[in-house]
């Protein structure tokens, strides 16, 4: 498989990790059973809703903060401990969490940023799971400006590991052309927290 990253990190694309149906089946189980959650950021003192619903899953103790937010992890449920084992033993690689992002449609969107808060550990290794509506994926190195584009498809399973966080930037842009959902599971490893 290509290292899609030039230099600085590793970045994996498998565009038929899952099949169309499969992905779909977990979309709507996803869907339906996860408490979706619309976040509120305070960016120069104003309150903001993410463009976006969120879900924090886990092992008790795995605690995750993120824009200025405690992330208390829900159980894992039993569709989410599926798709974890599938995908650690894709990987070889254990997860004590699951970060999942819902885009409703176009206007929902995840801006430029690194997965590198302490937590995560040095260079974290991360599985980027998409179900549903395709959408871009841009990944931007810091020094050299060079950027990669990845449509991510229904099913499909993007991996980056190494010190990729500490080089490049990843975002999900809005787009203007007519999205179903998507829903979009980043299953970690984080140090946990003795509660
Ligand atoms: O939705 C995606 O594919 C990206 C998610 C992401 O960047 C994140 O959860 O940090």
Not at 22 to 37: G, I, K, S, V
Not at 52 to 65: I, K, T
Not at 107 to 135: K, V
Not at 152 to 166: A, D, F, K, R, T
Request: charged share 20%.
């Amino acid at each position: 498989m290509k290292n899609l990253a030039s230099q600085d990190g590793e970045l994996f694309y498998l565009a038929d990790f899952l099949t169309e149906p499969q992905a779909l089946q977990y979309f709507e189980r996803l869907n339906a059973e996860l408490d979706w959650q619309q976040e509120v950021a305070t960016i120069v003192g104003r309150r903001v809703p993410i463009p976006r619903l969120v879900c924090w899953h886990g092992d008790e103790g795995a605690v995750y903060q993120y824009s200025g937010l405690t992330h208390y992890p829900q159980a894992w449920t039993g569709t989410l401990l599926d798709l974890k084992q599938s995908i650690e033993n894709a990987c070889n690689h254990p997860f004590n969490s699951v970060l999942g992002n819902l885009y409703r449609d176009g206007r929902d969107s995840m801006g430029w940023h690194a997965d590198q808060e302490t937590i995560l550990g040095i260079n974290p290794f991360i599985a980027s799971l998409s179900l549903g509506a395709e959408r871009l994926f841009k990944i931007r190195h810091n020094k050299t400006g060079e950027t990669v584009d990845i449509n991510l498809v229904n099913g499909s399973l993007l991996l980056m590991g190494g010190p990729l966080q500490h080089h490049w930037r990843h975002c999900v842009p809005k787009t203007q052309q007519p999205k179903s959902a998507r829903i979009n599971l980043t299953f970690r490893n984080i140090k946990q927290q003795t509660l």
